[in-house]
Structures are given as C-alpha cells and as structure tokens.
C-alpha cells in the first residue's frame, strides 16, 4: 500500500489562548495537486508550516514523505520544498547566485547542484542574462525562480503558499503548467491560492474557516455539496421596482441573493417554494439557472457561514 504523501489527524496550533488550527484532519496522495483555500486568517499558512517542519504542532499527529513530526523535524525538512507567499529570494544576486546559496544551505555536491539547477532551467524555460539581479527580473520569472530555488534538492512534496499573487495572467498560466509538469513527475503539490480559477485545476481542494477544514472534496464534489438545489442567476431589467429584492425575496425564504456586478445569484433553499415563486416574479427579473463556480461555493460556505 502506497503511504501518503501528507497525512494528518486532528493537527492543531494554539498560539497561548488564540487556536490558529484546530484539529485539522486530511490525506494527501502522492502525485496528487491538492488546493488549500480560505479566507486570510483561516489558519493556511500556519498549517502549512508545521508539516514543512517550521512549527511544533501543539497537538494531534501529521506525517509528511513517510515522517512524523514527532519524531523530529530534520528529516521532514530534507523531503519537502516551501515557497512562502513573500518573496524569499535576494534582490541584490542573481537567479545563480540564490540557487547556489540554496544548495550551500541544503549541503549539495556541485554536481548535484549543477545537474539539478540546468534541469530546473529548463524546466521553466529561463533564458535570461545570468548577470541580471532578481530584483530586476520581472515578477513572473522572480516567481519561476523561487519555485526553482523551492525544488533543487528535489523534494517529494512541494508547499506554494499563493505562488502567483502579484503576477499578470500570462504568468499565472505559465506557473502552473510547470505546476503540473511536477506532479506528472510524481511531485506531491500542495498549494495555497486566492484564484478560483487556479483552484479549478487541484484534485481535490481543502476548504478552512476559523482554523477548521469545514469541506474536502474534488472541485465537482465541493459544487454539489455547497448547492444541492438550482443556482438561479438574477439580472434586474429597466423599469424593476427599486425595492424588488425586499418585496420578492426578503426574508431569505427563498435563499439568499449574492451580488455579482450587475447581477445576482440566488442559491434556492426549497426547490418547490422556488418553482411555485417562479411564475410571480415580473418579466423585468431575467432568471438563468446556472452551473456554480468555485467563487460562488467560496461565498456559499466560508462568507455565507459568516453572514
């Protein structure tokens, strides 16, 4: 039986009286692209650095590449790779220079170092000037340099905490076509983003609020658990009374509207209310029942649960 690339079972942080994570439980298949997600605050981080081996864990188990944590940090640090959300590499050397650095840090032999770092090169497809200064290198390609740097020593789980926060959408694109290449070489991904649409190509993805994972499931699976009855899109036209949310749908016994720009959606609560309402509702209500996003399950189940 294949052990998993992360396991954990009832995982918790406190930071004196404040629970940062509490009693998180989760598996994480080797090769697998496995999406964390919440809100800021929701404990993310905190839990990523503890199975990196950066916190103690207060309580509960977790096993990383095959190691527990309570049998010491060291060895789980040699098998996992982190690239955090800020940007860790130095400004003032070059993308050569950090990498080397790195692997002066992780005690590689220059031949190692020198065959993972041409392989890395071209994994990412980097051609730029050698002498160039990381804090002169576009911010894509600082991130495409901070992955590298994250996977020299060839780790077996790979932790990418919002990897592309503050790069365009090309690089985003970019990055996680490397993110997949990765996991088709059997890395374990593990990976943090604000992006919905990011999000849409994990396996399976983590939902965390207050410290609690409150969902795990395949995007599909998360969709179908967040609205099990129709998500209606709402569009009011011209002439729609001013007050024709509190006069059609107030009181949220038909579900609760969710603004999108100039329109809303409705997630219904009773379907036969729903089909029975329908016929009521002015003309000047356009209504398109629709397939949920993962922005709309992120609304549905973490804001939602807040309002």
């Keep these: 039986m294949t052990v998993p690339a992360v396991e954990t079972r009832d995982l918790t942080m406190r930071f004196g009286s404040f ?6 439980t989760m598996t994480v298949e080797r090769g697998e692209i496995f999406g964390f997600l919440g809100a800021n605050g929701a404990g993310k981080t905190t839990t990523i650095r503890m199975l990196c081996g950066l916190l103690v864990p207060t309580a509960g188990m977790a096993r990383v590449a095959g190691h527990d944590l309570h049998d010491g940090l060291e060895p789980v640090k040699r098998k996992v790779g982190y690239m955090s959300q800020r940007f860790t590499l ?41 002498k160039v200064l990381v804090r002169d290198m576009p911010p894509g390609v600082r991130q495409q340099m901070s992955l590298v740097a994250a996977t020299l020593h060839d780790p077996e789980v790979l932790f990418l905490d919002e990897p592309t926060a503050g790069v365009t959408p090309t690089s985003r694109v970019r990055f996680w076509r490397l993110i997949r290449a990765l996991a088709d070489a059997g890395k374990t991904v593990f990976v943090t983003t604000h992006y919905m ?18 969902a795990l499931d395949s995007p599909a699976g998360l969709k179908a658990l967040a609205f099990p009855r129709p998500l209606v899109e709402i569009t009011p036209g011209a002439g729609v009374p ?3 949310r509190d006069r059609w749908f107030g009181g949220a016994r038909l579900g609760t509207l969710v603004p999108h720009g100039l329109r809303f959606h409705l997630a219904v609560r009773d379907a036969a209310a729903w089909r029975a ?15 949920p996003s993962l922005e709309d399950v992120f609304i549905e189940m973490v804001e939602g649960a807040d309002r």
């Design 277 to 291: 309402a329908v016929p009521t509702l002015p003309p000047t209500l356009a209504l398109r029942e629709m397939i």
């Design 197 to 214: 649409d990011e999000a849409e190509q994990c396996g399976r993805i983590a939902l965390m609020r207050g410290g609690k994972i409150i």
């Design 242 to 244: 001013p007050d024709w």
């Design 19 to 24: 629970t940062a994570v509490d009693r998180v």
């Design 90 to 130: 130095y400004g003032d050397l070059t993308a050569g220079e950090n990498l080397a650095f790195a692997a002066a840090l992780r005690k590689m032999d220059e031949a190692t170092f020198a065959r993972r770092r041409d392989e890395l090169y071209a994994l990412v497809g980097y051609d730029h000037d050698p």
